[in-house]
């Protein structure tokens, strides 16, 4: 599989396109998404992140995700559907490899993903929406295989989600964090997009446009850092104050501690050993 800290380093760091090579000796460009899209990416990259292997099918759960995609999800629709599935996959694609057109379709009995960059050399190659020639098809344009797909849809959702987990964790324990979740945030409201455009927008003395043309991944972390780093100014003054008293040491903004993502909802089976022996 793809090495996600290297791929970190070298191109999501720097708001870079990944370079990924296919198997079909062509070079694909796995472009990051802009706060200008996000709204459309985050209603469409649920395609990519189903949960195949918590279906009741031994069937379902041996397939390639690519696979599954094609076999169980995407007939179940209408390509005219502005919410299908269908969509949902063309925008993704469209978004993150400014493709024209995409087509999951079977060669030799595997599953592949056809990319089409150029429509009008599609139609000169007289090939139509009903691909009435694979073989022509494959000759057009670039071709994903079932393991390229796993591994690109990896990068993207890495690549544009900022701390995104790929963690499996149990619908039980799920449940449980979710609840969690619900309990800490009481009745806050959820901060928008426009919200965070005009926060960071006068945090940074700049306009929405030029946040617009951001990667997202940069803004969200922008965001974050500016959110942060307000409430650690005020809890830092009211400590030197002398007036406030905290239980922990506040943690700096940058200079942090290695944490485990679920940290706060599990307990080290030593601790409950020696709690119990006690």
């Given amino acids: 599989m793809v090495n996600i800290e290297m791929l ?3 191109f999501f760091s720097k708001g ?10 062509e070079e694909l460009l796995i472009y990051p998404i802009l706060v200008d899209d996000w709204d459309l990416f985050e209603a469409c990259y649920n395609i990519l992140t189903i949960e195949k292997n918590k279906t009741p099918s031994p069937e379902i759960i041996k397939m390639s995700y690519l696979k599954f995609l094609l076999k169980a999800i995407l007939p179940m629709g209408s390509e005219n559907d502005i919410n299908d599935n269908h969509n949902r996959l063309y925008w993704i694609f469209k978004l993150c490899c400014n493709t024209e057109k995409v087509y999951p379709i079977e060669i030799d009995d595997k599953s592949n993903l056809i990319l089409i960059f150029d429509e009008k050399k599609m139609i000169e190659e007289n090939i139509n929406g009903s691909i009435v020639s694979v073989e022509k098809l494959v000759e057009v344009e670039k071709v994903i295989t079932e393991k390229e797909f796993d591994e690109i849809r990896k990068i ?8 995104y987990d790929d963690t ?19 009745d806050l409201q959820p901060v928008t997009l426009e919200d965070k455009l005009i926060f960071l927008g006068n945090e940074l003395n700049t ?15 922008r965001f974050n850092i500016a959110v942060e780093k307000m409430d650690y100014v005020i809890n830092k003054t009211a400590e030197l104050s002398g007036n406030v008293t905290f239980k922990k040491k506040l943690e700096h903004i940058i200079y942090k501690h290695k944490t485990n993502k679920y940290g706060q909802f599990f307990v080290d089976s030593d601790i409950v050993k020696d709690t119990i022996d006690g």
Avoid at 16 to 25: F, I, S
Avoid at 207 to 221: I, S
Wanted: hydrophobic share 30%; charged share 30%; glycine share 4%.
């Fill in 207 to 221: 306009t929405t446009d030029k946040l617009l043309n951001m990667t997202y991944r940069e803004f969200e972390k």
């Fill in 8 to 10: 970190q380093k070298q």
């Fill in 168 to 186: 499996e964790i149990s619908e039980d324990v799920k449940n449980l964090m979710e609840e969690y979740f619900r309990l800490s945030n009481g």
């Fill in 156 to 163: 993207i959702l890495f690549q544009n989600i900022p701390n």
């Fill in 16 to 25: 870079k396109p990944v370079v990924y090579n296919l198997k079909c000796g």
